[in-house]
Every structure is written in structure tokens, then in C-alpha cells.
């Protein structure tokens, strides 16, 4: 998949009542159970921690140029399923 500043994938997040997804870049279109939101320190020690853990087996070298993006959060709207 291109890497991209900007996704217009459709449906994403669709049915969300818990959890959380980190998406490196923007989305346009969320299901309407979700909202989107920018990434706090927190997260972004999250993310990193799981961008490291992903390098030791896939592309070690790209590290910096991964977390050099800007995150979404995208988070569900409520806790009802």
C-alpha cells in the first residue's frame, strides 16, 4: 500500500464499542460509532513501543522515518455494543 498524508477509506471503524486504532496519517471517513482525535504523549509512547517491537522484524532501518509522521486516534463515540 503507498503511503499517503490523507486515507479516504470508506467504513472504517464501522461497529467500534471499544479498543482503540492508531493510523499513521489522516482518514477522511469514519463509521458514525467512532470519532477521531489527535494523539496525546501517551499514545505516541504506546506507538512507539509497538513500532520498535514491529522493526526487530520488519525493516529495522526505517524507525525514525515511521514515527516521524503525524498519528490519528480513532476511538468509538460510546461503550454500547
Do not use: C, H, W
Given at each position: 500500500m503507498e503511503e499517503k498524508e490523507?486515507?479516504?477509506?470508506?467504513?472504517v471503524a464501522i461497529g467500534i464499542h471499544s479498543g482503540t486504532i492508531y493510523v499513521r496519517g489522516k482518514i477522511r471517513h469514519v463509521g458514525r460509532e467512532a470519532k477521531t482525535v489527535d494523539v496525546n504523549e501517551k499514545d505516541?509512547?504506546?506507538?512507539?513501543?509497538?513500532?520498535?517491537?514491529f522493526s526487530k522484524f520488519f525493516n529495522p532501518k526505517?524507525?525514525?522515518e515511521?514515527?516521524?509522521?503525524?498519528?490519528?486516534?480513532i476511538a468509538?463515540?460510546?461503550h454500547r455494543p
Open positions: 490523507e486515507y479516504d477509506a470508506k467504513f505516541l509512547q504506546l506507538i512507539k513501543g509497538l513500532v520498535e517491537e526505517n524507525k525514525r515511521k514515527m516521524s509522521n503525524k498519528f490519528t486516534k468509538p463515540l460510546s
